[in-house]
Structure formats: C-alpha cells, structure tokens
C-alpha cells in the first residue's frame, strides 16, 4: 500500500519567516495530494491540494509543490504569521470519486512565535 | 449551517460497553467516511462509504461497524469496547466525483 513520509514533525519559527514541510510518498500511482491543518480541538481543514498533472499550485501565501519524478511534494507557507499555528497533515491517493482512499502523513506541529 | 457534525463531541466509557457516534452532513455528499487520530495525531481511515460500496480499512476490527441511515448519515458502533479504542474519531464526507473532503469536528471516545 501507500506510505506517505513527512518532516519534519514539529516546525518553529518567527512571525514573517517562510516555513516549508516536505512530504514523500511510494505509490507512483497516486496522482492527488491534499494538505490539511488542523487546529487545536477541531477537525482537519483542506488548505491546499495538487493534482499529478500539475507541478505548482500557489493560493496568496500558501504554495504547494510537486516531484512526480522523485515522488514528493512541499507545502511552503510564507509571511508566517501566529495564526498559522496548527498540526499540518499531507495526503496522497489515487483515483478520483468516492472510493479514493487517502493516506496521511503523520503531521508536522507549526508553531509561529509573535 | 454546520457542514458536517458530530455527536457526541465527548464519549466516557468503561471497557466492555458498547456505544456509537452519530455523524450528519449538509452538504449533499455522496460518500462519507470515519477516521480514528490517535494520541500522536497519526489519523488513519477505517471507513470508506457511498450508496453502493464500503470500504473497509483491513486493519480495522471488526468491532467496528458503520450503519447509514441516509446518504446524510453515517453512524459509527463500537462493540466491546477497549482500552486501545480511546482516540478522537472523526467523521468526513466528500462529493462522489470530488477528492476533497470535509470533516467534522471530532469525538474524543476515552475508555477506562
């Protein structure tokens, strides 16, 4: 099956730096990789996704990147700022309509100090 | 106008009981799916389900069993609950042709 790797596990920076997660995945099939943050006591919230035809795809700061090639993609949030505080979860599946089966990243911890 | 909810928001139970968690969307959605974080934040599907397929993550026991209603509907039971079962459990539903999916805001099932 899928495996998705992420790093690093917990990111800290200042208000105004740009941060980057990375993710890698096995399965050269997969061809969709979402981006999710959860906030504290909420549930995941799609920020941010990719599809395999596609190498970048930017929406004002946050910028997601992707390898076919190398099979890894990189979320790039940047201006940080203390809102951005969050657990940011990547994804990756194949195939389109309800039967896609995602596999997630274990999550990287952002903390942006003020 | 909540999208997608969950209830109960928190569950406490002795190991042994049986219970279940009730999701609903708003949204029209197609499919709609359960998904288990553990203390670490790992989440891992368990469920995948529409009006003609579910999808079972093997992994999961079969303890566990989805039941729909209604295509807003897709209730989670627990049978014979267990100590590794305490986690927070999210609900999710998606359109039937789209890969984004939406989630609830959880329910935190702590078993003692």
């Known amino acids: 099956g899928e495996n998705v790797e992420q790093h690093p596990s917990t990111l800290s920076v200042q208000e105004g730096d740009s941060a980057v997660i990375k993710c890698t995945y096995s399965?050269?099939?997969?061809?969709?990789f979402p981006w999710y943050k959860q906030e504290l006591g909420k549930g995941p919230q799609l920020i941010i996704d990719?599809?395999?035809?596609?190498g970048e795809k930017k929406d004002q700061r946050i910028a997601v990147t992707l390898n076919k090639t190398a099979k890894h993609f990189s979320l790039h949030i940047t201006e940080t700022q203390p809102e951005d505080s969050a657990v940011y979860f990547c994804?990756?599946?194949?195939?389109?309509?309800?039967?896609?089966?995602?596999?997630f990243g274990r999550g990287t911890s952002l903390i942006v100090h003020p | 106008d909540t999208a997608v909810s969950q209830t109960p928001k928190y569950l406490v139970t002795q190991m042994g009981n049986d219970k279940s968690i009730k999701c609903e969307q708003n949204?029209?959605?197609?499919?709609m799916y359960w998904y288990k974080q553990d203390s670490k934040k790992f989440l891992k599907i368990m469920f995948s389900?529409?009006?003609?397929?579910?999808?079972i993550n093997e992994t999961v026991p079969n303890r566990f069993s989805p039941k729909s209603p209604d295509k807003a509907h897709l209730n989670l039971h627990i049978n014979s609950l267990e100590l590794g079962d305490s986690a927070v459990y999210f609900c999710?539903?998606?359109?039937?042709?789209?890969?984004?999916?939406?989630f609830g805001p959880g329910t935190r099932l702590t078993v003692l």
């Open positions: 999710a539903s998606s359109q039937a042709r789209e890969d984004t999916q939406y």
């Open positions: 399965d050269s099939a997969s061809n969709y």
């Open positions: 990719i599809r395999s035809n596609v």
């Open positions: 994804a990756a599946s194949k195939g389109s309509g309800g039967s896609y089966i995602p596999t």
């Open positions: 949204l029209g959605h197609d499919t």
């Open positions: 389900y529409n009006n003609k397929e579910l999808i």
